[in-house]
Each structure stands twice: as C-alpha cells, then as structure tokens.
C-alpha cells in the first residue's frame, strides 16, 4: 500500500513540474542595449518566460518618443536549438492614439496543461493629445504563438467586454482563465 501511495504522490508531483511555467527577471536597459533582435527602439516591457517545452521572451518595445504615429511592437521569440527564433510578431498602431503597457497587469500560465505558455497582457488606449484620458482597456492574449484579445471601454464605464474575432477559437480553460482574470481587473 505503502508503495501505491508513494507511486501517485510521485505522478501527481511529475505532472505539477510539467504544468509550471517560470517567469525569470530582465532587466529592460540591459536588454535593450544587448543587440537582441527586436523591433522597435525603447522596450517597454521584456520577459522571459519558461515552460516545460520551451523558453520564451516576450518583448513590448517602441519606437523613440514622440514617433509619430505611435508603434507598439509585441513579440514572442523562443529558444529552439539553441538560437532565439521570433515565433510571433504583432503591430498595435492606430492615427491619434497611444498605448500604454501596464506593465504590473499581466499573468502567465499553463491553463490547458500542454507544457507551453499562455499568457496575458494588459494595455491601455489614450488619446494623441491627452495622455492622462483613457479611451479604452485591452487584454492581448499569447496563446500557441497567436494573438486574441478582450476590449472594454471607458465611455460605456468598462461594463461591456467585446472579443477579437479570433478569441471564441481559445480552448475553454484558457478562456476561463483569461475570463476571470480580466472580470477582476480595475480597468480604470
């Protein structure tokens, strides 16, 4: 009996390693000044994040301040044999508007148990000509090296959320996560 306990304390501890994701601390300077191969030139925001199948960075960076019209460039690079291959690439740009990257609002996770990421981002929209007005709050979801996302917006008081296209085709426990955690969220 003593061996039948051990073998599932064993298999329930195995498939919890598989499942954890890892997020190692950068630091943004360093690694804007590395060379690393990104686009943009001011990073906002980098990560990196490991899985059991694979090693990421994450990179939200821009262009110099006051560019015009505003870029924000989010890319996913993985490591495979050995050498940073850039998986996903998206440009978020819009005449008379800014974003913002709410750098501290943002999870990682393995919600369908498949040893790769899922993550989630927060940004903001903001007029050209008054930073401090918030148009509306988005959640950019990383799943499978593809984009979805989740809007609210300020003029309705964040009460209705409208999705990309793309979002009814995320697994429903990565959408429950996402869910509850942007259900959650001060958007304001």
């Known amino acids: 009996m003593k061996?039948?306990?051990?073998?599932?304390l064993l298999l329930l501890g195995c498939y919890h390693v598989q499942a954890q994701v890892s997020n190692i601390s950068i630091n943004k300077e360093n690694f804007q000044s590395s060379g690393f191969p990104f686009k943009g030139k001011r990073v906002l925001q980098v990560e990196r994040i490991q899985t059991s199948k694979e090693d990421n960075y994450i990179v939200f960076s821009k262009e110099e301040r006051g560019a015009d019209p505003d870029k924000l460039y989010a890319?996913?690079?993985?490591?495979?044999?050995?050498?940073?291959i850039l998986?996903?690439?998206?440009?978020?740009?819009?005449?008379g508007i800014i974003t913002s990257v709410w750098e501290s609002r943002k999870a990682f996770f393995d919600a369908d148990k498949d040893g790769k990421l899922?993550?989630?981002?927060?940004?903001?929209?903001?007029p050209?000509?008054?930073l401090q007005k918030q148009l509306s709050c988005i959640g950019l979801?990383?799943?499978?090296?593809?984009?979805?996302r989740l809007?609210?917006?300020?003029?309705?008081?964040?009460?209705q959320t409208t999705y990309s296209d793309n979002?009814?085709?995320?697994?429903?426990?990565?959408?429950?996560?996402v869910e509850r955690y942007w259900n959650n969220l001060d958007k304001r």
């Open 151 to 159: 809007r609210a917006e300020a003029s309705d008081g964040y009460n």
């Open 167 to 177: 979002y009814a085709s995320l697994p429903v426990e990565v959408r429950e996560y």
């Open 87 to 95: 998986v996903s690439d998206e440009l978020i740009s819009e005449d």
């Open 3 to 8: 061996n039948y306990a051990f073998l599932i």
């Open 75 to 84: 890319q996913q690079f993985q490591q495979i044999d050995g050498v940073w």
């Open 128 to 130: 050209k000509d008054d």
């Open 141 to 148: 979801v990383l799943y499978k090296s593809k984009f979805y």
């Open 118 to 126: 899922d993550a989630l981002f927060i940004y903001s929209r903001h």
